[in-house]
C-alpha cells in the first residue's frame, strides 16, 4: 500500500490549539506536562509514580478468562513495564476507520518505545468506554454506503447491553464475517464482544483491553470521588484552565460541572446533583442525605462513573501509563485538565494525537492524478474546490471586474457632467451605475455557469472524488467503517501497521492497490 504524509498545518480542518501544542507553543506549556517527542519519554518514566499494578493484574486476567492466547498479562507486574494507552467508545464491528487509527497508532507505539528504550516493557491499552451511556453515537455503521442500525430500548451504560438482539442485523452484513459475529454471538454483553474482536484482530500485537468499570478499580477512584462530591474542587481547576485558554484565543472543549460524577446501575447513568443538602439523582427517585451518600460510595464504589472531565484521571490512577493518543479533540480537552491531575498528584501523562488518514481507493486515484488534484486542495470546501478548478482549466476569462472598474470611472465622469447641469442628476446617474453594474454581476453569474457546463466531466469526478472521500461532508476516517477496506483487502491492517508513525504528526493518505495487485 503506497503511502504519502502531508503535515498537519497544510490540511484544511486542523484547529489552531493542536497545532500550536505540537509546535511547542510557550504560551501552552502550564497545560501539559512533557512535550510529545521520543526524548520526553524518559522523563515521564522517572515520574510516573507507582499504581497496584498486582490489582490491575487481577482483573484483567478475570476479564481475560476464557480467551485464547492472551497477552503476557503478568509482565504489568513489573516496575518496569509501563503502558501507552487510548481509549473510544464501544462502535459496532470496530466503529469509523479512525477507531483503528487510534488502535495501530497506539501499538506502534509501544513498538517505537522498546526499540527506544529497550531495558522496558511498554504495553498498548485500549480503554474500552464501557460506561458512556451516548448510544445514539455509536448505535449504527456506515459499510458500502449503507448505513446499518442497531434499535434497542437498553439504556445506561452500554458495555452492559446484551448483544443477544444484534442477530437482527447480520442479514444485512455481508456474509463473510464469521469471526465477527462469532465474537457477538458468543459474548455475554457488548464489553465481552468487543474485547473479543478487538483481542482477536491485535492481540499478537500485545494489545491489553481494560474495562475500568469494575468494583475492585473504582475502590482506588473514591478519594477523588469524595473531593468532587463534598469538596467541589474540579470545577475551579478547569475553569482556570479555560480562563487561559480563552486568553489565548482558543476555545475550550469541555466545561467541568460542580459535580463530575453519575450514578451508575444496568439501564441507567444519570448526573448527580446536589439541591440544598440533599444529592438528587436526575431523572430518578434517588436522592442521598451526605452521609448516605458517603455511605453509598464506600460500600458500592462501581455506582459512580466519572464524567469527561474526571475519566482521564481516573486512567493514570490505575494504569502504569506514559501517554495517551486520542483525536485533535481529545488532546484539546486534556489540556483542559491538568489542575486537576495537579490537585491530586498524579502525573500528566504525554498527549499524543493518533494519526490521521484518507484511503484512496484506485479509482480515485487515477481521477486525482488526471485532474491535477493535490491532497491539501480535497480538503477544502467543495464550492472553493470547484471554483478553484473552473478558474484554473478554463480558456476564457470569466470575471469581468475590470470592465466593472472602467464603468464606476465612466459613471464617475458623466455625474460630473450631469451635476454641473443640474445637481438632482446625479442621483440619476448613480442610479444607473448601480443598475449596470448588477447587469455586470448577473452576466458574470451567467459566463460562470456556462464554463461550469463546458467542464462538466471533470465537475462530476471532483464530486464523485469528494463524495467518496468526505461522504456526507465527513472525513472518511470519522465515518465509513473499517470493515470496507478490511473485508476487500484482507493486509489491510498489518499494512497500517507497517505505515503509521505515532510520532510524525502528519495526515497518511494510503493509496489501496487495485485489486489483482
Request: proline content about 5%; glycine content about 6%.
Amino acid at each position: 500500500m503506497q503511502t504519502k504524509s502531508y503535515p498537519l498545518n497544510q490540511i484544511n480542518g486542523f484547529g489552531k490549539l493542536l497545532l500550536h501544542y505540537l509546535a511547542g507553543d510557550q504560551d501552552l506549556k502550564p497545560l501539559y506536562g512533557n512535550l510529545p517527542t521520543l526524548a520526553s519519554f524518559q522523563d515521564q518514566i522517572d515520574s510516573k509514580k507507582s499504581v497496584n499494578r498486582s490489582l490491575l493484574v487481577e482483573v484483567l486476567e478475570d476479564q481475560y478468562r476464557g480467551l485464547q492466547d492472551i497477552p503476557n498479562l503478568q509482565s504489568l507486574a513489573n516496575e518496569k513495564t509501563f503502558t501507552v494507552t487510548t481509549g473510544h467508545q464501544l462502535n459496532l464491528l470496530t466503529g469509523p476507520l479512525y477507531v483503528i487509527f487510534k488502535i495501530a497508532s497506539t501499538i506502534n507505539l509501544a513498538k517505537t518505545l522498546k526499540k527506544a528504550y529497550p531495558s522496558y516493557h511498554f504495553v498498548p491499552v485500549y480503554w474500552m468506554a464501557t460506561e458512556d451511556h451516548d448510544w445514539e453515537e455509536i448505535n449504527h455503521l456506515h459499510l458500502f454506503g449503507k448505513k446499518i442500525e442497531w434499535n434497542t430500548d437498553q439504556k445506561g451504560p452500554v458495555g452492559r447491553f446484551d448483544v443477544s438482539a444484534l442477530a437482527s442485523i447480520w442479514k444485512e452484513l455481508p456474509s463473510d464475517m464469521p469471526y465477527f459475529k462469532d465474537a457477538y454471538t458468543d459474548a455475554q454483553n457488548l464489553t465481552d464482544a468487543v474485547r473479543k474482536y478487538m483481542h482477536g484482530m491485535f492481540g499478537e500485537e500485545g494489545l491489553v483491553c481494560l474495562d475500568a468499570d469494575d468494583v475492585r478499580l473504582k475502590k482506588c477512584l473514591i478519594p477523588i470521588m469524595e473531593t468532587d462530591l463534598f469538596e467541589h474542587k474540579h470545577l475551579a481547576c478547569v475553569k482556570s484552565s479555560n480562563e487561559k485558554l480563552s486568553d489565548l484565543g482558543y476555545t475550550p472543549q469541555i466545561y467541568a460541572r460542580e459535580i463530575n460524577f453519575f450514578y451508575m446501575q444496568d439501564g441507567m447513568r444519570e448526573r448527580i446533583e446536589k439541591q440544598g443538602e440533599k444529592y438528587q439523582v436526575l431523572n430518578q427517585p434517588i436522592r442521598f442525605s451526605k452521609q448516605e451518600l458517603q455511605r453509598e460510595i464506600h460500600t458500592h464504589p462501581e455506582r459512580f462513573s466519572p464524567n469527561v472531565a474526571l475519566r482521564p484521571v481516573y486512567q493514570e490512577l490505575i494504569l502504569p501509563n506514559l501517554a495517551y493518543l486520542g483525536g485533535a479533540a481529545e488532546v484539546a480537552y486534556w489540556l483542559q485538565l491538568k489542575g486537576i491531575f495537579d490537585l491530586h498528584q498524579v502525573p500528566f501523562p504525554i498527549l499524543l494525537p493518533r494519526n490521521f488518514g484518507v484511503v484512496i481507493p484506485p479509482l480515485e486515484a487515477s481521477r486525482i492524478e488526471k485532474l491535477g488534484l493535490t491532497i491539501p486542495e480535497l480538503f477544502q470546501d467543495e464550492r472553493t474546490l470547484l471554483k478553484q478548478f473552473v478558474d484554473k482549466h478554463t480558456k476564457h476569462t470569466l470575471d469581468l471586474g475590470n470592465e466593472q472598474e472602467r464603468l464606476s470611472s465612466l459613471m464617475s465622469k458623466i455625474a460630473q457632467k450631469a451635476q454641473a447641469i443640474d445637481e438632482t442628476l446625479e442621483a440619476s446617474v448613480l442610479a444607473e451605475e448601480t443598475r449596470w453594474q448588477k447587469g455586470l454581476e448577473r452576466l458574470t453569474k451567467k459566463m460562470r455557469k456556462a464554463e461550469e457546463r463546458n467542464q462538466a466531466i471533470g465537475l462530476g469526478q471532483i464530486k464523485a472524488i469528494k463524495n467518496t472521500l468526505f461522504p456526507g461532508n465527513t472525513w472518511q476516517e470519522r465515518h465509513t467503517n473499517f470493515l470496507e477496506f478490511a473485508l476487500n483487502y484482507p493486509t489491510f491492517t498489518q499494512e497500517l501497521l507497517k505505515v503509521l508513525d505515532p510520532l510524525r504528526f502528519d495526515l497518511y493518505v494510503m493509496y489501496l492497490p487495485e485489486k489483482d495487485a
